[in-house]
């Protein structure tokens, strides 16, 4: 059984900058992607950024280029999205999410597993 538990939410001014964890456990294959996604209030899921198991491969939307980072560390079985200079707009509940099969990295539905969230507040 895999489970994935998101840590490092909380509340950050605009500018600031948080670390979310995901420690991921159980059954993992080389072909495994770890995802971050996002759902502000009221709003659907949309894709932040992902990474393959080796860390060969970095994805990421629109909204965290040049401001987000994603990276792991596989001796903790851990990945980790870097967020700088944020903003308001960033304000929502983080997901973290394992694909273990194929299908594209940035939808949602190809993600097997998913963690239960950290929410991420931005003050103006």
């Known amino acids: 059984q895999v489970q994935l538990v998101e840590s490092g939410g909380g509340l950050v001014q605009a500018g600031g900058s948080l670390r979310l964890s995901c420690a991921a456990s159980?059954?993992?294959?080389?072909?495994?992607?770890l995802g971050w996604f996002r759902q502000p209030p009221g709003k659907g899921r949309e894709f932040v950024a992902a990474?393959?198991?080796?860390?060969?491969?970095?994805y990421y939307g629109d909204s965290a280029k040049g401001r987000f980072t994603i990276s792991r560390d596989n001796a903790k079985n851990t990945v980790y999205l870097q967020m700088n200079s944020l903003k308001p707009e960033d304000t929502a509940t983080y997901y973290c999410?394992?694909?273990?099969?194929?299908?594209?990295?940035?939808?949602?539905?190809?993600?097997?597993?998913w963690g239960q969230g950290t929410q991420v507040t931005v003050s103006s």
């Open positions: 999410a394992l694909r273990m099969g194929g299908g594209a990295y940035y939808t949602s539905t190809n993600y097997a597993y």
């Open positions: 159980g059954r993992t294959f080389s072909r495994d992607v």
């Open positions: 990474i393959n198991w080796s860390g060969s491969s970095t």
